[in-house]
Structures are given as structure tokens and as C-alpha cells.
């Protein structure tokens, strides 16, 4: 069956750095365009990153351009999410969900365009 699994998240100072992995089973990850999300306390879901299939072209939220990395590497079945210069603000609960098209489309936070989560990976930023 399909799953998706993450792992990498922790405690980290404010300005650390923390790479995220999305392990995948159950499909050809080399097909789908897979996407980052965060949900804090009390947030909504939101899109950080997303990365598509064949082209691996990458969109990103503004508020993590220039700190967050998506990168995908279909021979290990994962997709990473390196996060640099991390903030408070980026405290929450990371999750990687599989979109339904080889492409990622905007909205980039379209919860809609995703048919399998995992089950998430804590963040917190925090000195």
C-alpha cells in the first residue's frame, strides 16, 4: 500500500539547520510530484515546498524562499526538505503527501491536489 513516511525533525536553535526526509513505498515515486506542508498549534495546514516529476522543477511559500531546499531522489524513494536560518515561526508539525499529478500546481497550499500524507515530523525552533 502506499505510505509515506517522515523522519529528520527535532529541537533546533533559532538560525540551525534540520533536513527532513519523506520516505515513500507502495508506488513509483519518480511519477509524482510530491509536496512539504506545516500545521502549528492552532494554524492552518499550509504548502511549503513542492517538487514535481520528471523536471523536478520546485515552488516554494515566501516565507521559507531562500531558506528551504526540496530536492528528490527517485532511486532511494525520497524526497528531503533541508531547512536553514529555521525560525520560531517555523515551529510545527512537517508533513510530505503525494500530489495527484506529475506536476505541481498552484495553489501551492491546495490541500485538495494531495491523495496520501504521512504522518508528520516535529519541528521546533526554539532557543
Known amino acids: 500500500q502506499v505510505q509515506l513516511v517522515e523522519s529528520g525533525g527535532g529541537l533546533v536553535q533559532p538560525g540551525g539547520s534540520l533536513r527532513l526526509s519523506c520516505r515513500a513505498s507502495g508506488f513509483t515515486l519518480g511519477s509524482y510530484s510530491i509536496g512539504w506542508f506545516r500545521q502549528a498549534p492552532g494554524k492552518e495546514r499550509e504548502g511549503v515546498s513542492c517538487i514535481s516529476a520528471i523536471t523536478a522543477r520546485t515552488d516554494y511559500a515566501d516565507s521559507v524562499k531562500g531558506r528551504f531546499t526540496i530536492a528528490r531522489d527517485n532511486a532511494k524513494n525520497t524526497v528531503y526538505l533541508q531547512m536553514t536560518s529555521l525560525e520560531p515561526d517555523d515551529t510545527a508539525v512537517y508533513y510530505c503527501?503525494?500530489?495527484?499529478?506529475?506536476?505541481?500546481?498552484?495553489?501551492?497550499?491546495?490541500?485538495?491536489?494531495?491523495?496520501?500524507w504521512g504522518q508528520g515530523t516535529q519541528v521546533t525552533v526554539s532557543s
Open positions: 503527501a503525494r500530489h495527484v499529478y506529475s506536476v505541481c500546481m498552484s495553489p501551492l497550499g491546495n490541500v485538495n491536489q494531495y491523495d496520501y
